[in-house]
């Protein structure tokens, strides 16, 4: 069994009400892998769910360190993220979203993320304009195309928190 596999493997079977068996054979495999970026982030997302997030600020740490990229880089980068917010860490958290949404403009899921980070940084308007902007590039329906213009407009206005439109 490679190591992707058998890493696999163990997510299939872990439960997030209880992460300690997980922990523990990830703990195993990085025995085995010492240094191994995908490993340090998956053994960080284990201690992340389980509620321990000091712990895996230290391991997503290290796995930036080692080098990832990819669709790990971007998870590491919302989990990371989301973490130091979790720790009330909100302008390292920031600027793990803004680097992050430099490397992967695109991706919806840090752009929520990074609204969350701005909402607990005391910055709602930022949050919500933020989300409206996701809506905008990101859901297509013929009910949220019809007012795209209006969205963007909205979120410009909440932004600078002026009289928002509403056609």
């Known amino acids: 069994m490679t190591l992707e596999e058998e890493l696999d493997q163990i997510f ?13 054979a990830l703990l195993r495999i990085l025995d085995s892998h010492p240094g191994n ?6 053994v960080g997302g284990a201690y992340d769910t ?15 360190a080692e080098g990832l990229d990819g669709d790990l880089l971007r998870r590491c980068y919302v989990q990371y993220g989301s973490t ?8 390292r958290s920031r600027e793990v979203f803004r680097a ?14 990074e609204a969350l980070t701005l ?17 905008v590039a ?21 932004r600078g928190q002026t009289t928002p439109l509403s056609r």
């Open 84 to 91: 130091l917010r979790n720790l009330g860490e909100y302008e």
């Open 100 to 113: 992050a949404r430099e490397a992967f403009p695109d991706s919806p899921s840090l752009g929520v993320f």
């Open 12 to 24: 299939a079977a872990r439960d997030r009400d209880n992460m300690q068996p997980t922990i523990d």
């Open 138 to 158: 990101h859901v297509e329906t013929p009910d949220i195309d019809r007012y795209k213009a209006a969205i963007t407009a909205n979120a410009t206005a909440i």
């Open 37 to 42: 970026a995908r490993v340090l982030y998956e």
């Open 119 to 135: 909402q607990a940084a005391g910055e709602p308007n930022a949050s919500i304009a933020s989300l409206l902007d996701l809506i």
């Open 50 to 64: 389980a509620g321990h997030e000091e712990t895996a600020r230290s391991f997503y740490e290290e796995a930036l």
